[in-house]
């Protein structure tokens, strides 16, 4: 282990970024992930490239852009936290390839069973082999045995240095760099293993100097306290997660997204409330409610010009929570659609409510803002462990990803971006399950599940991840 408190010191950690070192620390939670498949265009011949070789190039340029991939953070579980710069990143240790055993159909509908087994095995693998000596983040690249030029990478980083939009913004700058070097003679490059930040590459400050952050003055009440609620079981540790995850087809996505949007509804509260109408399908007939969690992308408020806050890579969200009651139904009666829109539109009132209840310096109230009265927010998780955790289902949507196809150029992509999963490591503070959605270049929406074993069961997921897949085709 490297001497860190030799390292460069950049900056302390914000309030958010602590909670997230503090679980890294204490294995209460290790990771996210953002996997994005890419296919070479028919109109390149994929005979004049080394794929390692431009994968490295293309990361390496995202390391150099972007100054908090080469930071760490040290003293993780103390006040005193701060990112920490390493003079340089071994793209070779960061960096894993791997060939699928079976071949893939990017194109289709259904699971990708090795992709998760290979996401469930990262989201519980931390970073703390090799503290002070690699960064972290890494990549795993998982390449098709048939189609040299096809393959899925796997981005996979410390919840201080990106949320879960960070994800895209890390992808989007791999996919322009591939594009940049794709197009340029592989004679004009050399490959380096070795990336050095760049002197004038800064670190963005944390959600606390970015946000003013208001304290709601008038916080809504609990109208839960009463209801018998499921959550899952007992919080409890250590923790193994558990992932899964359904590609929808381009085609049901598209129906599924105009049908929303001829609702006048988020995709994502349209998913919460499918989510809650499953559980109450499935669970016993006695539990009343289920809270959900849903997270805000804090960036449009962010103290920045626009273009860099919609390209900033850090921990930038907020949450809100949407408490769902178990609709009046006949005995024995089938779900019904209808229960999922009207349970969308409280969901959708509800996160409009959240925005337009501002502070008078025009921003949203934040849930966040209360851990900036937290001295030592370390000392809360510990004493957790055999609580009841407070709610039954998180639901995290970042959306499409930006690709040319969805840009005003009309110009074609040299590498095409297929599906886009969204995963991470299950909390053990958290939700009961976790829901991850979004949805790739291809059109194709990606909803993934982690939970923790012990949790709840892997057949309750399976049923879940079965019934929503099948409401969703419905709509």
Same mark, same amino acid.
């Given at each position: 282990m490297a001497n860190v408190q030799r390292l460069e010191k950049l900056r302390p950690l914000g309030k958010l970024e602590q909670v997230s070192a503090t679980c890294?620390?204490?294995?209460?939670?290790?990771?996210?992930?953002?996997?994005?498949?890419?296919?070479?265009?028919?109109?390149?011949?994929?005979?004049?490239? *080394?794929?390692?070789?431009?994968?490295?190039?293309?990361?390496?340029?995202?390391?150099?852009?972007?100054?908090?991939?080469? /930071?760490?953070?040290?003293n993780e579980d103390t006040p005193d936290a701060h990112f920490a710069s390493l003079p340089s990143v071994d793209l070779s240790r960061s960096?894993?390839?791997? $060939?699928?055993?079976?071949?893939?159909? *990017?194109?289709?509908?259904?699971? *990708?069973? +090795?992709? *998760?087994?290979?996401?469930?095995?990262?989201?519980? &693998?931390?970073?703390? $082999?090799?503290?002070?000596?690699?960064?972290f983040w890494r990549m795993i690249v998982l390449q098709s045995?048939?189609?040299?030029?096809? @393959?899925?990478?796997?981005?996979?980083?410390?919840? /201080?240095?990106?949320?879960?939009?960070?994800?895209?913004?890390?992808?989007?700058?791999?996919?322009?760099?591939? +594009?940049? @070097? &794709?197009?340029?003679?592989? /004679?004009c490059f050399k490959r380096e293993e070795t990336v050095a930040p760049k002197e004038d590459a800064i670190i963005l400050p944390a959600l606390g100097q970015l946000h003013p952050l208001p304290i709601n003055p008038a916080p809504p009440a609990d109208a839960a306290e009463s209801l018998n609620q499921w959550t899952g079981n007992s919080i409890q540790h250590p923790c193994k997660s558990r992932w899964t995850c359904f590609h929808l087809s381009p085609t049901v996505s598209k129906s599924f997204f105009l049908k929303c949007k001829q609702n006048g509804l988020s995709v994502t509260s349209v998913i919460s409330s499918t989510l809650a109408t499953v559980l109450f399908d499935i669970l016993p007939p006695d539990v009343e409610a289920l809270n959900c969690i849903i997270p805000i992308n804090l960036r449009p408020w962010l103290q920045l010009p626009r273009e860099v806050s919609g390209d900033a890579l850090g921990s930038y969200i907020d949450a809100t929570r949407v408490l769902f009651k178990r609709p +009046?139904?006949?005995?024995? /009666?089938?779900?019904?659609v209808n229960d999922i829109w009207t349970a969308a539109k409280k969901v959708s009132g509800i996160v409009n409510d959240y925005l337009s209840n501002v502070s008078p310096s025009g921003e949203p109230y934040t849930a966040v803002s209360a851990l900036e009265t937290i001295p030592d927010v370390s000392a809360i998780f510990k004493p957790m462990i055999g609580k009841p955790r407070d709610a039954a289902f998180e639901v995290t949507n970042v959306g499409i990803f930006p690709t040319r196809a969805t840009s005003e150029t009309s110009e074609a992509s040299i590498w095409q971006v297929g599906k886009v999963v969204l995963s991470r490591s299950s909390l053990v503070t958290g939700a009961a399950v976790t829901v991850s959605v979004a949805t790739g270049g291809d059109g194709s929406m990606t909803i993934g599940y982690s939970w923790q074993e012990g949790v709840v069961s892997d057949d309750l997921v399976e049923e879940i991840n079965k019934l929503v897949g099948e409401c969703l085709r419905e709509m």
């Open positions: 890294h620390h204490l294995g209460f939670f290790n990771n996210v992930g953002l996997s994005v498949h890419y296919r070479l265009s028919q109109l390149v011949p994929p005979t004049v490239f *080394d794929l390692r070789h431009l994968i490295h190039l293309a990361v390496g340029k995202v390391v150099q852009k972007y100054r908090i991939l080469s /930071a760490i953070p040290v960096i894993k390839f791997l $060939t699928r055993s079976q071949p893939w159909n *990017d194109l289709g509908e259904g699971q *990708d069973r +090795e992709l *998760d087994a290979i996401l469930e095995d990262q989201h519980n &693998t931390d970073f703390k $082999t090799g503290y002070g000596t690699v960064p045995a048939e189609k040299k030029m096809d @393959f899925t990478a796997a981005f996979i980083y410390h919840h /201080a240095i990106g949320d879960g939009v960070s994800g895209l913004v890390f992808h989007k700058s791999f996919h322009d760099a591939l +594009e940049a @070097f &794709t197009s340029t003679p592989a /004679a +009046e139904q006949i005995p024995k /009666a089938p779900r019904s």
